[in-house]
């Protein structure tokens, strides 16, 4: 147990500069490393922190474990990108190296203020005996990209009523004030969030507890974030706890959703609000967090994993990646997501294919690959169900189809290659009434994106097939669809 702890803690700083060499070598090595999703260079990816367009440039941290793939002492690493596609990397952010941060530099957001950057985050400690402490910490970016921390954090203590399970600042403005709400839990383990406000962002003031109508709803809240469009309030969290509905909601290990509906009260802290809906209807999506760009768009990352499943690439080393970004909009009241249309500077050799398929799989000339993007639509479809399979070969394959009968678009990775986190099953499921159906895939070396009728639903996976593992084929069974493809080699 002793050497489990010591190793989850050991510091980056005291690692020799040939074993750091020969771990990024063993990276390096991997299959399965991606080519435009953003990535650690060793070690394991989690959250996305501190989105920000600052300075001519998008900024995105992340939460970094450089010694392997598993939860140990957490980094901020920092990238940074003039047009959301082609992304930096700049180093490490914030080290977990003051007394309110020893045992990790974990979550957190930034706002620009005077001119700089300021990142708002949890600073993990642990005392002798392990109990955590977390503290609330700020730290500055100046226009030349020099990071400094305050000497003491901004909120010292838990208010009475909450567990050390406080964390995860989301801030924004409002008015003349600063407000910021952080993932909590009560004393009797359920999950909440709280508000906090600041007149300059270094004295804050508890407000209290956001009231919702989700009064028990899992654990703990993890990664919230605030946010309005146009006349409506978005509350996005990371609920841990939540048990399984049907075939189709809550399947993944731990969940992340919404809930739409007014404007958050901060005066009595209220959130009038709708039913909560998941985000992403996929395997392997958590912890997001937004921002608003200097073109006035809403801004999505994920984090594409999950805490606590074991992933094949931890076996080269590392673990994870973040999502390409998403532009949030509302439509007949529902959250869209559509990939940012940036992503169209990767796109290089085009193909085309149109045919119907009738109770048969076809593949075409052009259509094959382990990296591309590709919009499919579905119509004239009297099939009982039809779809795409990719990066398939003799064994293997990843299927996106819809089910006409039970009128759901079913995301099926038994056959992707090697198997991840099987006891949480390997279809996901959600309804989708709809004549016609596109899907427009993002697919990398290891993973894919799918987006459903622009954006309606989306399907996040991580997916690890052999590399030979390249065919796309389109199918109908039980009667014919009709269908129109594009690709793109990126």
């Known amino acids: 147990m002793e050497w489990q702890i010591e190793n989850k803690y050991r510091r980056l700083e005291d690692v020799s500069q040939e074993e750091m060499d020969a771990l990024v070598s063993k990276v390096n090595s991997c299959s399965w490393r991606q080519t435009y999703h953003i990535q650690p260079i060793s070690g394991l990816l989690n959250d996305p922190n501190g989105f920000s367009f600052y300075n ?44 309110f941060d020893s045992h990790g530099a974990y979550s957190g957001s930034s706002i620009k203020h005077n001119g700089q950057l300021y990142l708002f985050y949890t600073g993990n400690s642990r005392d002798e005996h392990l109990v955590r402490h977390p503290y609330q910490c700020i730290a500055i970016m100046n226009e030349y990209g020099e990071i400094k921390k305050l000497e003491h954090p901004v909120i010292d203590k838990v208010p009475e009523g909450y567990t050390e399970h406080y964390r995860d600042p989301k801030v924004w403005k409002e008015g003349e ?95 009038m609000h709708g039913e909560f809906v998941e985000l992403d209807r996929g395997f392997d999506f958590y912890a997001p967090q937004t921002m608003k760009d200097a073109k006035g768009r809403r801004l999505l990352v994920g984090w594409m994993g999950l805490p606590d499943i074991d992933y094949p690439s931890d076996q080269s080393g590392w673990s994870h990646c973040l999502t390409v970004p998403r532009e949030l909009s509302i439509v007949h009241n529902k959250l869209v997501q559509r990939p940012v249309p940036e992503l169209q500077l990767l ?50 394959k990843t ?92």
């Open 56 to 99: 001519g440039e998008y900024h995105l941290f992340y939460q970094w474990h450089p010694l392997g793939p598993f939860h140990g002492l957490k980094y901020w690493f920092h990238t940074k990108s003039k047009d959301l596609v082609h992304w930096e990397n700049v180093g490490i952010g914030l080290r977990p190296d003051s007394y």
């Open 177 to 271: 004030r600063f407000y910021a709400v952080i993932g909590a839990q009560r004393t009797d383990e359920t999950g909440c969030s709280v508000l906090y406000s600041s007149p300059d962002l270094l004295n804050w003031n508890f407000e209290g507890e956001i009231k919702t109508g989700l009064r028990e709803f899992g654990y703990m809240w993890e990664c919230p974030d605030y946010i309005e469009i146009g006349e409506q309030g978005l509350f996005i969290f990371s609920p841990q706890g939540i048990e399984p509905e049907g075939e189709d909601r809550y399947r993944n290990i731990y969940q992340s959703g919404y809930v739409l509906g007014e404007k958050l009260n901060l005066d009595n802290k209220e959130l």
């Open 347 to 396: 796109r290089k050799t085009e193909s085309q294919a149109a045919d119907t398929v009738v109770d048969e799989t076809k593949a075409f000339e052009g259509f094959s690959g382990t990296v591309y993007e590709l919009i499919c639509d579905f119509e004239n479809v009297d099939a009982s169900e039809f779809g795409i399979e990719f990066r398939a070969g003799e064994m293997e």
């Open 399 to 490: 299927v996106i189809k819809y089910d006409t009968i039970q009128r759901k678009v079913i995301l099926d990775r038994s056959r992707s290659g090697e198997k991840v986190a099987e006891d949480y099953g390997t279809e996901r499921k959600c309804e989708m009434d709809s004549e016609n159906i596109q899907f427009h895939l993002f697919v990398d070396s290891s993973s894919v994106e799918i987006f459903v009728n622009d954006g309606e639903e989306v399907f996040t996976s991580r997916i690890f097939p052999d590399i030979s593992s390249r065919e796309i084929r389109f199918f109908a069974k039980g009667g014919h669809a009709g269908f129109k493809a594009v690709k793109w080699d990126y």
